[in-house]
Every structure is written in C-alpha cells, then in structure tokens.
C-alpha cells in the first residue's frame, strides 16, 4: 500500500490560557487519499479550524508530523513553510476575504504576482479562473458589488489560480443563503472531480458535508473512529 | 507589481476624510517648516553675503563711536590691505517714519571698487560718481517707493536731523541672490560738507573703515597691525572680519532664531505622531486582509512595502502641496514685510528637506504597523473577523 497523500501522526496542540494549557487537539492521527474529499464536523470549539490550519501550514503544532506529499511541514522553517503553502495550498474561508480595493479578476491574479509569470500570462490565467466559476460577466466588479455566493466563487477560483494540490475550506458556504451554498459546494465538487484537488472542508451543515466522499467528526480535540 | 501599486494607492484613499485630514496636517507642516526655514535663513542671509576678504574697523567702544577721518591715510599704508572705503550709517527714513530701511553716507569711488556685489550700469555709476548730491538705490527699494533714475529722493534725517535731497543716479542690482537690493547709498562728502556747516563738532567722523585684504587668510594679521597703529589713541579700534561683524548683529536674536527652528521641528515631529496614528488606525483595521494575503504567500516584505507605500503616498501628497503653497507664502512674506527680510530667498536646501521630512514621516509611521503585520499570527488575524 502506497503511503496517504497526506498523514498526520500524533498531531497535537494546546493554548495557553493564563497559566493553564488548554489542550485543543489531542493525538491526532489522519489519513487523507489523493483525490479525496473530505469534510471535517463537529461542534464549535472541536478544533474544527485548528486542525485545518495546520494542515494548511498556517499555524504550528506543539506534537507529531504532517506529511504531505512526502515533506513532514511541521520541519519547514517560516521562509519555507510561506513558499510551501503558495505552491500547495488554496484558502477558501467563510468571510471570503477578497481584497475590496482589487476587481475580481485581479483578486485571482493576485498570488500569480508571486509567481514567475508575464503580466499577459497573469491575465489570461486569471480570465480562465473566473470562466470557471461561472463569473466571466464579472471580472470588473469589485467585491462589494457582488452577492456573498459571488464572492465565495472568486475566492474559489483565487484559491485555485496556482494551481494548488490541496483546497482547504474553513465553513465556505457559512454565511451564505442555500442557493448560494448549494453553488459554492457544486464548484468545490467540480473542483475535486475534474482537478483532482484534494479538499478538505471545515463544516457545520449536514447538507454540505453530504458532498465529501469521506466525513470525520471532532469531538473536545479528539478525531472519532473512521467510518468501516 | 503594479497590483501591489495599485492596492497601496487605493487604500490610502479608503477611509478619504482621515487620509484628506492627514494630508492637509502634512501640507501644512511642511509650509510651516519651509517658511520658518527660509525666515531663519532670511536672518542669516547678512552673514552669509559677507565676503571673507573683507573687514571692518569700528571704534573700539562701541558701534555709537565715531573714528577720525585722518585714520584713513594710515590704514592704507598697512600691509596686506589693498583697498579702504569709509562711511556713516545715516539712519533716515523716506516720508514717513515707518518707510524705514538701510542708507549709508560712503566714500562713492572706493566703497564701489570694493563692494563689487553691487552691479551698476558703468554710465550709472559714471553718474552717480560725479554727482555730489548723487545716490544710488538697490532694485527693490527702488520698487519699493516707485523711484526712478534721476528723481529727487527727499530723506529725513533722525541721526543728522534735517531734510536731505539726492538725486537718484542708478539703481544697483545684487550679483546673486543673497545681495541685499534694499540698501541706499550716497557721498560721504556731501554728508561731511553739510556738517561742517551746520555742526562742525560732528564733521571729519567716520562711522567704519571697510578694508579689503589680498587673501582671507590674512585677516587676522590685518586686523592686529590695524588696531596696534591707533592702541592708546583717543579712539581705539576694533577690526573684524565683515562676517564677524555681521555675526554681531545676528546674535544678539540668535535665541529667537534657535527658537523659531526648534519650533519648525516640532511641526514635523507632531505630523510624524498624526501620520503614525493614521497608518496604526488603518493597517489595524485591516488585520484579516494582511493575514488573507499572508496566505496567499506575501511575505513580511511585500506587506511592509504595502503599508510604507500607503504611508508615501499621504506624506509625499501632503509634501507637495506643502511645497507649492511655500512658494506664494514667501512671495507674501516679500511683498510684506520685505523692510525686514531684504532677502527672503527659498533655498534647494529647504527643499530638500521637505522631501527628506516626507520620507522620514512616512517611515517612522510605516515601521510599527509594519512590525505589527508582520508579527501577527494568520489564525489570530483571520479569527478577529469571524
Ligand atoms: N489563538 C487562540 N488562543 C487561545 N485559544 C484559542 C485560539 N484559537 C483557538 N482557541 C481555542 O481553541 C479551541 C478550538 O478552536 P477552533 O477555532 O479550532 O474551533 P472550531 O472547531 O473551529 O470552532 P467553530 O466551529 O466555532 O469555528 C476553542 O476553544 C478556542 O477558543
Ligand atoms: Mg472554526
């Protein structure tokens, strides 16, 4: 058997609160398969978002390994683990932090600045990203003057502009009416089908988690038992 | 970059009263700086347009005292002077009392040969030359009152009472900028004739000696053969360099000027501590976006050249403005109260440090913001906003 696209071992973490340490994830052990889907629950204050940004290389661990695709990330220094993450990773969350000063279609040219890349490559990558999301009408928009499902759709295709392996998604469709919800969680499906991204999605709402192939529950910092 | 440009210049503009208030503080800072600045120079401006090959000899007691005429011959003979003139301060006004400026009774021929600042048109000067009565003005006193070659100046005396008539013979021009062109010279010797008539006791006085010398360096040489040659006289004298006399003059208000820069300053410092408030205000309120471009992959650099760049554009804005309303500012300060300020010139110096004030505001109130972006973790930066 081939090793996990990504595999957490023994992942812990606490914070501090005053004096106290207050464990927030306690021995966390996960697979996660190339290709997979998978939507992480439970109630609020699990570690739900802890685990994510860990996983994301946004945060540190106090215990245990991440390794993805072959590089344990919680060895990576600051330089490195900032480089990591904008060649591995898309960020999708709740509020979609878009930047309101840019349109949307430089909001998904963005982190090509970044990159080695001509200002015309940028440009029509960017185009390409937004046709994706169905927002092709919308490249000159900024962010206020689009609905909240909109605006989750740019951060969508901002997130996958760098061609990332891994989507994370910290509650995308929380803030955001069915049909909206219904939209985002369709694209972020799309997404993991037809790109074969690995997504992994912080959710409250059953109907959403309906979409992942694989659903884990947290429960007071503590992974449940994978299903069969 | 562009993209970054772009993000830099239109969050500057984001929050448009606080930045427009920011702007007009700096504005103001920076006219209030490059004016005080110029006030100062103004001041100094008698010093800096002394010659260093130049000195003067006055009468050892005080200003007040007068020198015999018959010093001039002996002063000279004294090796290392190569030219000597002589005059009175004449202390008149034009009309009114307030009409006040400079006028000084001189020795027409050689006061012109040393005192070469001063330009005249060679037929002018021919005219003013030959003309007892004659007198000379400086272009903008001339402007001043309206006078003309060949007009007949009246002067009130307040020193040497009396009504003195001149007939205008040339006006001079200053050969740079830092020449006084507020000054009215005439004949000595019509001054010394009319004493001699009306008060005798006060006639073959002489305010000052102005002895030029071959080589700067020899001015200390000079000055100690000149005042042993009159040592236990009736009138002793004091000889120093033009600049050392003009010195004089200016440190009896040297406090006020050190006052009037230590206040500029502070004009500056005070931005300093608005513009910082204003950046602290708005990359604050901003956390989540910083952290969001965080993970994105912007790093401790691009934010920081983000938040200094933003901090540029309000401070260069407001240095700019600053800068061109400090031109018509000093055209004012020209036009009134140029009897005090004769040369009121805006220096590249003062520029320059409007510039240099613009760069150093925006980074002492980039460097905080800047630290703090950086130190913020992601997670705490994207949790404030859920
Ligand atoms: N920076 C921090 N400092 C202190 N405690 C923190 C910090 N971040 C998270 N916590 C605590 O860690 C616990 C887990 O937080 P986390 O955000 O991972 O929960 P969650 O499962 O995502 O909850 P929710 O569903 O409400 O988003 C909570 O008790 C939270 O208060
Ligand atoms: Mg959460």
């Known amino acids: 058997m081939s090793a996990p696209f990504i595999g957490i071992r023994g992942l812990s973490k606490s914070y501090m609160r005053g004096e106290r340490a207050l464990p927030v994830l306690k021995n966390i052990n996960l697979d996660i398969a190339e290709g997979e889907f998978l939507a992480l629950m439970g109630p609020s204050g699990s570690g739900k978002s802890t685990l994510l940004n860990l996983i994301a290389g946004i945060d540190r661990a106090d215990e245990g390994s991440i390794d993805i695709e072959g590089v344990d990330i919680t060895t990576l220094g600051e330089a490195s683990l900032t480089a990591w993450r904008s060649d591995h990773v898309g960020f999708i969350f709740q509020f979609y932090n878009l930047i309101p000063v840019l349109t949307a279609l430089e909001n998904v040219e963005l982190p090509l600045v970044l990159k080695e890349m001509s200002r015309k490559e940028r440009k029509e990558r960017a185009s390409l990203l937004l046709g994706l999301v169905g927002l092709s009408e919308r490249v000159d928009h900024y962010p206020g003057q689009l609905s909240g499902g909109e605006q989750q759709r740019v951060a969508i295709a901002r997130a996958m502009v760098t061609d990332p392996s891994i989507l994370v998604a910290d509650e995308p469709t929380g803030d955001l009416d069915r049909a909206s919800a219904e939209e985002v969680l369709n694209l972020m499906r799309r997404v993991n089908e037809e790109f074969g991204k690995v997504v992994i999605m912080v959710t409250h709402d059953p109907r959403a988690a309906e979409k992942a192939h694989v659903i884990r529950h947290l429960e007071k910092g503590v992974l449940n038992a994978a299903p069969h | 970059m562009p993209l970054l440009i772009k993000m830099l210049l239109k969050n500057a503009f984001r929050h448009g009263l606080r930045t427009g208030l920011t702007i007009?503080?700096?504005?103001?800072?920076?006219?209030?700086?490059?004016?005080?600045?110029?006030?100062?120079?103004?001041?100094?401006?008698?010093?800096?347009?002394?010659?260093?090959?130049?000195?003067?000899?006055?009468?050892?007691?005080?200003?007040?005292?007068?020198?015999?005429?018959?010093?001039?011959?002996?002063?000279?003979?004294?090796?290392?002077?190569?030219?000597?003139?002589?005059g009175n301060w004449f202390g008149?006004?034009?009309?009114?009392?307030?009409?006040?400026?400079?006028?000084f009774a001189m020795e027409a021929q050689s006061h012109l040969d040393i005192v070469t600042e001063l330009v005249l048109r060679p037929e002018e000067r021919d005219a003013y030359i030959k003309d007892r009565r004659g007198a000379i003005a400086g272009r903008k006193l001339a402007e001043r009152f309206g006078w003309e070659i060949g007009d007949l100046v009246t002067l009130t005396g307040t020193i040497f009472p009396g009504d003195w008539e001149f007939v205008l013979r040339g006006i001079y021009k200053g050969r740079d900028e830092t020449v006084d062109e507020s000054i009215f010279f005439f004949h000595w010797d019509y001054l010394n004739e009319s004493l001699r008539e009306t008060m005798p006791e006060r006639a073959g006085q002489v305010g000052f000696y102005i002895i030029e010398i071959a080589r700067p360096e020899l001015a200390g040489a000079v000055s100690k053969r000149v005042d042993s040659l009159f040592k236990n006289s009736l009138a002793e004298t004091l000889t120093e360099t033009e600049r050392a006399f003009a010195m004089s003059f200016v440190t009896m208000t040297e406090a006020i000027m050190t006052a009037i820069q230590l206040v500029s300053i502070v004009v500056i410092v005070i931005i300093m501590a608005v513009t910082a408030n204003t950046m602290a205000m708005s990359v604050r309120e901003r956390l989540s976006e910083f952290a969001a471009l965080k993970t994105l992959g912007f790093n401790r650099a691009h934010l920081s050249f983000l938040i200094f760049g933003e901090a540029m554009v309000i401070t260069s804005l407001g240095a700019a403005l600053g800068i061109a309303l400090t031109f018509p500012a000093a055209q004012l300060f020209r036009s009134e109260l140029g009897q005090f300020f004769p040369v009121f010139n805006i220096k590249p110096a003062t520029i320059y440090m409007d510039i240099a004030a613009a760069v150093i505001v925006a980074s002492v109130s980039a460097v905080i913001p800047s630290y703090r972006v950086a130190a913020a973790p992601i997670t705490a930066a994207l949790r404030r906003i859920a």
Do not use: C, H
């Open chain 2, 24 to 86: 007009a503080g700096m504005t103001i800072a920076i006219l209030a700086f490059g004016i005080l600045t110029t006030v100062v120079d103004a001041w100094y401006a008698g010093v800096e347009a002394s010659r260093a090959n130049r000195l003067i000899t006055r009468n050892a007691i005080s200003l007040t005292f007068e020198l015999p005429l018959s010093y001039y011959d002996k002063i000279r003979q004294v090796e290392g002077a190569t030219k000597v003139s002589y």
């Open chain 2, 92 to 103: 008149a006004f034009y009309k009114e009392e307030r009409n006040f400026f400079a006028n």
